[in-house]
């Protein structure tokens, strides 16, 4: 049996009649933290360096344009194999969370540094990047929110042909889309912004003609994806309105004026949506497309319905 004194062991028999007692020295000699659940626990040594997991690394949250709908945006977050960044409405700022842990610790270690990171991260990332009209990357098989632009947006579906380019004059899918919106205005401001983004993962996944989307094999999954990121980017609801789907479908019926007469144009008399074509070069397109996103943008922060 042993006792201790002076902090060191000593046979008891050496020790006398008494046992000297002492309370632990804490490190550093810095109070313990209690820890709820388990006492009072030592402070690690000021030489202790946390593994670079533990190091703070800026964030940044998703400016989300409105508020996030309940219910079908996260349904289709979910449908579409998602999981929702944090969003906040207003400018970014920097969140604090722990670094990826990498292959490098420091220099001649195995931690990435930081500046190494991104490109790091990319490699996880199911399928490739492809390059935006801004000189941005975006995943389409990993759409994120917080790498949705309206600029490239606007800038590829003006520059996209309807119906494949079998037109008698340019339409582009910009136009079509601010026809829409303008049309469907006075059916509320979410219900018009739709409307100009409801072709939106087209300018990440091309116009494809309606023939050929049902043998496309992931298409759809795709687009889908894609969809839900455009909508949490933007504040919309998950699940694209009835009146929207409705437009889409009856404004064929304004559009076959641009193309050659065939039998199959009986089928859509009498459905026109009342639209006019204006046939803009792909730069009006674009002007008009940001134009009314921002009206729209305006009316919703004036909290006009």
Known sequence: ??????????????????????????????????????????????????????????????????????????????????????????????????????????EGGYDVPPESQPAFAEFARPGDFMQTASGRKFFPMDPRADEVFIDDIAHSLSMQCRYAGHCQRFYSVAEHSVLMARHLRWEGVDVALWALLHDASEAYLVDVPRPVKPYLEGYKAAEAKVMAAVALRFGLEGE????????????????????????????????????????????????????????????RGRGMA
């Open 1 to 106: 049996m042993y006792a201790f004194k002076n902090e060191s062991p000593v046979p008891y028999e050496l020790a006398g009649s008494s046992v000297i007692t002492f309370q632990p020295k804490q490190y550093n000699d810095v109070e313990p933290l209690m820890i709820p659940g388990y006492g009072a626990q030592p402070v690690p040594p000021a030489k202790y360096v946390p593994a670079n997991d533990n190091h703070e690394q800026p964030q940044y949250e998703v400016v989300v344009y409105g508020d996030i709908a309940p219910g079908g945006l996260a349904q289709a977050m979910r449908a579409g194999g998602l999981k929702p960044p944090i969003t906040t409405k207003g400018a970014p700022r920097p969140l604090i969370r722990g670094q990826y842990i990498g292959l490098r610790r420091g």
């Open 240 to 299: 694209m309105p009835a009146a929207v789907h409705d437009a889409d479908n009856r404004i064929i019926a304004d559009e076959l004026v641009n193309l050659v007469r065939m039998d199959w144009h009986a089928r859509y008399e009498g459905k026109e949506l009342g639209v006019t074509l204006r046939y803009w070069s792909p730069e009006k397109a674009k002007e008009e497309f940001m134009a009314t996103f921002q009206a729209l943008m305006d009316c």
